[in-house]
């Protein structure tokens, strides 16, 4: 499986909104409603921020936001603070009990 | 409280095997679907292997036929045997619980398996 492709980096002021794309295939992304998008931070492990293309996960602020289209989905975040900066990486169930990760985008806060 | 310790990691030459250990508490391995994750040093995520709530295992390309994914229930412990390794698998490898979403919503600090002469 071939992994779902993300920009490599984003980036914004403190208060913009950014967008983050995540392009899959009809194997992927484009049939199954499982996207799901991690926040990992320098030496740390992943945390989940969004699952389920747009669910957010108890103690997720609000400005993570999570939508689908066709085989691309996206995170959007709202409001951005310096502590959004971080590496992020989407994830879709694909056929045959497997998963893809993206290559991961690094957010600047500007 | 849910936690995840994985261990076991560590420097193994080419073509040599090792067991990594994912120790949980706060929940049943058995009850969910465990997953490895693994990063190599600065680049990105990549999913390895998964054991189903009922027993099932899967694998990604790149790994099947070198890893195996287990688990003992009486230790409440998740296993990934990792054999002939070679420098494509250095990476730090991380186990994660799946959150009833088909999402991982918690993940272990994960071990390093460094692979070298």
């Known amino acids: 499986q071939s992994a779902l492709t993300q920009p490599p980096s984003a980036s914004g002021s403190p208060g913009q909104s950014v967008t983050i794309s995540c392009t899959g295939t009809s194997s992927d992304i484009g049939v199954y409603n499982y996207v799901s998008w991690y926040q990992q931070h320098p030496g740390k492990a992943p945390k989940l921020m969004i699952y389920?293309?747009?669910k957010r996960p108890s103690g997720v602020p609000d400005r993570f936001s999570g939508s689908k289209s066709g085989n691309t989905a996206s995170l959007t975040v709202f409001g951005l603070q310096a502590e959004d900066e971080a590496d992020y990486y989407c994830n879709s169930y694909a056929d045959s009990n497997k998963w893809v990760f993206g290559g991961g985008t690094k957010l600047t806060v500007l | 409280e849910v936690q995840l310790v994985e261990s076991g990691g560590g420097l193994i030459q080419p073509g040599g095997s090792l067991r990594l250990s994912c120790a949980a508490s706060g929940f049943a391995v058995n009850s969910v679907y465990m997953t490895w994750v693994r990063q190599a040093p600065g680049k990105g995520l990549e999913w390895a292997s998964v054991i189903f709530s009922g027993g099932n295992t899967y694998y990604a390309d790149p790994v099947k036929g070198r890893f195996t994914i287990s688990r003992d229930n009486s230790k409440n412990t998740v296993y990934l045997e990792v054999s002939s390794l070679g420098s494509e698998d250095m990476a730090v490898y991380y186990c994660a619980r799946d959150n009833s979403g088909w999402a991982l919503d918690y993940w272990g600090p994960g071990t390093l398996v460094t692979v070298s002469s």
């Open positions: 389920e293309v747009s």
